[in-house]
């Protein structure tokens, strides 16, 4: 099971990530990175002292926020049928931790230590999981090592694999393969990653099941309190949600919006609302004549006909798109698209940039009609203009859309399903 670059990784490692922290003195992600772990057991420790006994413990792993959101709708549906789970959850990312840190219902939330052998076996030896459920991707392999060797069982979820992923290459495909086979099963999102999995690397335990963030998308758009006191500010009026939105996203935005000859009212939720940014925000609305009201300050005055609504607060986009006739997600013209699905699931047209390829999701969305790709400012006003004069077409994308993500949801009762077929193997703690 352990090939050579897997046990070579075992003897490097400790070599590595001393490296890494004494090269913290000059670089800033690897002084963060050590910073947060610096007293990780020994803040750890009293919170498994006084953690409740329980005859079945389950950790999961996430990168960060957004795969963590993938195991919520799992996580959610086990505590509520079998609440005396314990529950531990580990990030690798600063973001994915500070979000989620007083996660409702776990025991402890915490960062994963360093991927050494002393630390993998430090921490299985602590927490005695009986399963470790890790979402997507993130294998540190001394902890997968740890906790195989515990009799710890491990599920990979919502697992993915690119066709240009690194997975395959020639230098790393056995280190990989050895990687998966740790595994004791692996839910992967679409039949393309399960013949992968299966043809590539030999995992006979890998089997479809879908993507739980679906499940949480459809669940979470039942819910619309957040934005309530909006809703009577937009009724019987087309709005445009331009969601998640970088600067890039802005200028080809507002440029396009402001060339629109029926124009929508525009709510924007830019992806970062600090200060700074939201200052630099008011002033390019102030620089193109453009009249604005910020959600943090509204009130009976404003008028969604002549201003646009700048939301400063976090919390509450996902809900926004509720009240949308068309979405825009930003991060298309950036690194990768944001989250595609949030807006889809309430059956609207979406849009967003050309940069979609790490999000498997919105290429389908895209290919099936329920998203448009744009590249510049001319396209994304050709296609906000069709949507208006076309209620036709507005609607066939806007269907397709809605069809898209519930069509794709029951990943959560799958996975769940092969998670308490192992209670019963677990001693009580």
């Known amino acids: 099971m352990n090939g050579p670059a897997l046990k070579a990784y075992q003897l490097l490692s400790p070599l590595l990530f001393r490296a890494a922290s004494l090269l913290g003195s000059f670089n800033k992600r690897f002084a963060t990175f050590s910073a947060a772990r610096r007293n990780l057991f020994e803040e750890l420790e009293p919170k498994m002292q006084s953690a409740a006994k329980s005859s079945f413990r389950l950790w999961v792993h996430a990168a960060s926020v957004g795969e963590f959101e993938q195991a919520r709708p799992v996580i959610e549906a086990l505590k509520k049928k079998h609440p005396e789970i314990t529950l531990f959850i580990s990030f690798l990312s600063d973001s994915g931790f500070n979000a989620r840190c007083n996660f409702p219902g776990a025991a402890a939330v915490f960062y994963l230590p360093a991927d050494t052998p002393a630390n993998a076996k430090r921490l299985v030896t602590l927490l005695k999981p009986d ?250 006003l050709s296609a906000l203009n069709r949507f208006i004069k076309d209620p036709a077409a507005h609607e066939r994308s806007g269907m397709a859309a809605g069809t898209f993500v519930k069509e794709r949801t029951g990943a959560t009762s799958i996975i769940c399903r092969r998670i308490e077929q192992y209670f019963g193997a677990a001693e009580p703690a």
């Open 131 to 380: 399963l470790l459920l890790l979402m997507r991707y993130d294998f540190w392999p001394n902890h997968l090592l740890a906790a195989k060797k515990s009799g710890v069982r491990l599920v990979l979820a919502a697992a993915v694999i690119q066709k240009n992923s690194q997975y395959f290459s020639p230098l790393l495909k056995s280190f990989y393969r050895s990687i998966f086979n740790l595994f004791d099963h692996i839910y992967t999102v679409s039949t393309k990653d399960t013949r992968a999995f299966r043809d590539r690397f030999g995992c006979r335990q890998a089997e479809t099941a879908g993507d739980p963030r679906f499940d949480q998308v459809f669940l979470r758009s039942r819910n619309s309190g957040k934005v309530a006191h909006l809703k009577p500010f937009y009724e019987n009026r087309s709005v445009l949600i331009a969601g998640s939105v970088w600067q890039i996203d802005e200028t080809l935005l507002l440029g396009a919006w402001q060339r629109l000859e029926n124009r929508l009212s525009l709510i924007l939720v830019p992806h970062q609302v600090n200060p700074e940014n939201m200052e630099r925000l008011c002033r390019t609305l102030e620089e193109r004549s453009i009249p604005f009201g910020k959600i943090s300050a509204l009130d009976s005055a404003f008028d969604p006909e002549r201003q646009v609504l700048v939301v400063d607060e976090t919390g509450y986009l996902a809900e926004l798109y509720s009240i949308g006739s068309i979405a825009y997600v930003g991060g298309g013209f950036g690194v990768n698209v944001h989250n595609t699905l949030e807006p889809a699931v309430y059956g609207i047209p979406v849009l967003f940039g050309p940069r979609h390829h790490n999000s498997p999701e919105a290429e389908e969305l895209a290919a099936n009609g329920g998203a448009t790709v744009v590249n510049d400012e001319a396209s994304l």
